[in-house]
C-alpha cells in the first residue's frame, strides 16, 4: 500500500512540476477576429499553438516552455507580430490594440499598443524598444560607401555599449544571457556590414580586424560565416566564369579546418541540388572531391536521387487540385498547351502584389492556344478564397489544392513559400519550377521563348 501511495505521490508531483513549466498569458484584442498564432523560436525548433480567440477578442495561452525563448504572437491579416519573452513558469496579461500611424518615409502602417502586466515586464519593453534596423537606417549604403571602416566601427561600437548597458537592466538572468548572444552576433554582424557596400578601395584597418580572429576555430562559428562571404567575394571568379569546382576550391583556400569546409560544403550542394541545375552530375562530384562527410555525401546523394527528376525537361510529377464547385483537376489534364502556374494565398502580400500583373499577363495570352494561365491557391480557409475570387473577378482560371503546404502540388515541388511561379510545356515536361514573375521586366519575351 505504501509503494502504491509513493508512486501516487511522485506521480502527482510530477504532474505539477511540468505545469509549473508552463507560460501562461492572458490578453484580449481589441476589434480584431481572425487567427492569431503563438509562434515560439529556439535554434532548435519552431513550434506553432493556434490561440483561441473568444468573440469578445480575450483569449488564454497555456504553452509549455523547456527553456527560456523568444515568441511571437502572429497577427494572420499581417498586423504587427508583438515580440514576447518565455520562461518556465511565467504569467502575464496582454491588452492588445492597433492603430494607424506614418512611418519614417511618410507610408502608412498599423502600430500595435500593449499594455503588459505580469512577469518579466522589464524584458517585454526591453524587446519593444529594441530597434533591430537602427544601424541600417543610421548607415544606409551611401553613406557606408564613404567612410572608413575605423570611423564606422566606433560609432557602432557606441550604440552596442548603450545596447548592453540597457539590456543588463532586466532582472531576468536568463533573459540577460539569452539576448546577450543575440546581441553580441547583431553586433559583429553590423560592424561586418560596412565590407558589404561598394568602397573604391581597400581599407587596411577592416582587413586586420577580418583577420584578427582565428578562423578555423569553431568556437568562433558566429563569425565565420562573415569572413567566409568576405574572403569568398574576393577570391571567387566572375560569376560568368566559374565552373562545377570554383565555390569548392575557394572554401579549401579560405580554411584548413576540415570540419568547417565540410560544414559549407554540404550546406552549399545541398542548396545546389534543390535548384536542379543542368551540371547537377559535375556539382555532385566537386561536392565529394572537397567534403570528407560521410553523412554529407548520403544526405547529397538523396537529393541528387530526388531533384534530377525536376531539371528542366524533366517530366513533371502530377497533382491534384480543385475548381470552386469542387470538380478535381490533374496537371495532366491540361496537356495540350503550355502551363504557366501561380502558386499563392490571400494571407500572402506579395502574393496579392502580382495579380494586377497576372491580369496584364493573362491579358496578352488570352487568345494565344498554346498557353494556359492558371492560379492555384495554397489557402486553407476556402471561404476566405471566394471571397477574394468573388471581388476580384480574375479572367484566368483559378484552382484551390487541398491541405495547403502539406498537398501533393507542395510535396512534389518542394514548396514551402510563395509567391511561387512554374511552367510547364504541352507535354507535361518540366520548364521551369521558379519561372519568373508576372511583375518581372520581359516576362512575356521569356514566356514566348519556351513555346513550341
Known amino acids: 500500500m505504501r509503494k502504491y501511495l509513493l508512486l501516487s505521490v511522485l506521480f502527482c508531483w510530477t504532474v505539477t512540476m511540468l505545469h509549473a513549466q508552463n507560460a501562461c498569458i492572458l490578453g484580449k484584442v481589441k476589434d480584431y477576429h481572425e487567427q492569431i498564432t503563438l509562434t515560439q523560436i529556439s535554434d532548435q525548433s519552431k513550434l506553432e499553438n493556434a490561440v483561441d480567440l473568444k468573440a469578445d477578442g480575450s483569449f488564454a495561452i497555456e504553452v509549455p516552455v523547456k527553456a527560456p525563448t523568444l515568441a511571437y504572437l502572429v497577427f494572420e491579416d499581417r498586423r504587427p507580430a508583438i515580440q514576447l519573452f518565455l520562461e518556465p513558469g511565467i504569467k502575464a496579461d496582454l491588452q492588445i490594440s492597433f492603430r494607424e500611424a506614418i512611418d519614417d518615409e511618410g507610408n502608412k502602417t498599423t502600430v500595435a499598443d500593449v499594455d503588459y502586466t505580469g512577469d518579466d515586464k522589464d524584458c517585454f519593453e526591453f524587446l519593444r524598444q529594441m530597434d533591430f534596423f537602427a544601424a541600417y537606417k543610421e548607415w544606409p549604403w551611401s553613406r557606408l560607401s564613404e567612410t572608413p571602416f575605423s570611423v564606422y566601427r566606433t560609432e557602432i561600437e557606441k550604440v552596442y555599449e548603450t545596447l548592453f548597458g540597457n539590456l543588463y537592466q532586466a532582472k531576468s538572468e536568463s533573459f540577460r544571457r539569452m539576448m546577450g548572444k543575440q546581441i553580441e552576433s547583431m553586433r559583429y554582424g553590423e560592424i561586418c556590414r560596412w565590407a558589404w557596400a561598394e568602397h573604391k578601395q581597400k581599407d587596411a584597418d577592416f582587413e586586420r580586424w577580418m583577420l584578427s580572429f582565428d578562423h578555423n576555430d569553431t568556437r568562433n562559428m558566429d563569425r565565420i560565416g562573415n569572413y567566409w562571404r568576405w574572403f569568398s567575394a574576393g577570391n571567387m571568379p566572375p560569376r560568368g566564369e ?184 504541352k507535354k507535361g515536361n518540366i520548364i521551369s519550377l521558379d519561372a519568373p514573375r508576372p511583375s518581372t521586366p520581359n516576362i512575356i519575351e521569356w514566356i514566348e521563348s519556351n513555346l513550341d
Open 242 to 425: 566559374q565552373t562545377a569546382r570554383s565555390f569548392y576550391d575557394c572554401l579549401q583556400k579560405a580554411f584548413t579546418n576540415q570540419e568547417i569546409i565540410n560544414m559549407f560544403a554540404d550546406d552549399m550542394i545541398q542548396q545546389t541540388l534543390k535548384d536542379a541545375p543542368d551540371d547537377m552530375d559535375e556539382q555532385l562530384a566537386a561536392y565529394k572531391a572537397c567534403s570528407t562527410n560521410p553523412e554529407g555525401h548520403a544526405k547529397a546523394d538523396q537529393l541528387y536521387a530526388h531533384y534530377s527528376k525536376m531539371k528542366k525537361g524533366a517530366q513533371a510529377a502530377d497533382f491534384d487540385f480543385y475548381d470552386q464547385s469542387g470538380k478535381r483537376y490533374t496537371l495532366k489534364d491540361l496537356r495540350g498547351r503550355a502551363v504557366y502556374i501561380d502558386c499563392w494565398a490571400t494571407w500572402c502580400g506579395p502574393c496579392c502584389a502580382e495579380i494586377p500583373y497576372m491580369e496584364k499577363l493573362y491579358e496578352h495570352f488570352k487568345k494565344n492556344k498554346k498557353i494556359e494561365i492558371i492560379s492555384i491557391s495554397l489557402d486553407d480557409n476556402k471561404k476566405k478564397w471566394e471571397k477574394k475570387i468573388a471581388a476580384d473577378k480574375p479572367g484566368w482560371r483559378q484552382f484551390i489544392v487541398n491541405d495547403n503546404f502539406k498537398s501533393m502540388l507542395c510535396a512534389n515541388y518542394d514548396i514551402e513559400g510563395i509567391p511561387r511561379f512554374m511552367m510547364f510545356d
